[in-house]
């Protein structure tokens, strides 16, 4: 599985959380929001993650924009965390791209990981 990190902010520490929770089971590959976006079009990666400060503005507007928003879902939103039930069934649905706040990086990476290595 190949993820691509867009998104506006700490974008690193992302990388390093996908990695942490899959270990040699997935390629990251960090780019501008627009690369990220078009990596996914491309069929480049499978999927993008990307944060912002209310996880659906910079974190997705570039992928909302390429893919169309039945392909992207915002999992966290300032006060909103992450929740497992809400991740596994935008997966379900067949999302590609998944933003979230940055303070909540840690569980929403991993709940994603968890729901996207059961596919």
Same mark, same amino acid.
């Given at each position: 599985?190949?993820i691509?990190? #867009?998104?506006?902010?700490?974008?690193a520490? &992302?990388e390093?959380?996908?990695k942490?929770?899959s /270990?040699?089971?997935?390629?990251?590959?960090?780019?501008? +929001?627009l690369?990220?976006?078009m990596? &996914?079009k491309s #069929?480049?990666? +499978?999927?993008?993650?990307g944060?912002?400060h209310? @996880?659906? /503005?910079g974190?997705?507007a570039?992928?909302?924009?390429?893919?169309?928003k039945q392909?992207c879902a915002t &999992?966290s939103?300032?006060g909103?965390?992450?929740?497992?039930d809400?991740?596994?069934e935008?997966v379900a649905? @067949?999302?590609?791209?998944f933003?979230?706040? #940055?303070d909540?990086?840690e569980?929403?990476?991993?709940?994603? &990981?968890?729901?996207l290595?059961k596919?």
């Amino acid at each position: 599985m190949r993820i691509v990190i #867009g998104g506006q902010v700490e974008k690193a520490e &992302i990388e390093a959380l996908v990695k942490k929770f899959s /270990g040699e089971q997935v390629q990251t590959m960090i780019k501008s +929001d627009l690369e990220a976006a078009m990596a &996914i079009k491309s #069929g480049e990666a +499978d999927y993008y993650f990307g944060a912002c400060h209310t @996880g659906g /503005g910079g974190a997705l507007a570039m992928a909302i924009a390429l893919l169309g928003k039945q392909q992207c879902a915002t &999992i966290s939103m300032p006060g909103q965390p992450p929740t497992k039930d809400k991740v596994e069934e935008a997966v379900a649905q @067949g999302a590609k791209a998944f933003g979230f706040t #940055g303070d909540h990086k840690e569980k929403a990476v991993q709940y994603l &990981i968890e729901a996207l290595l059961k596919r």
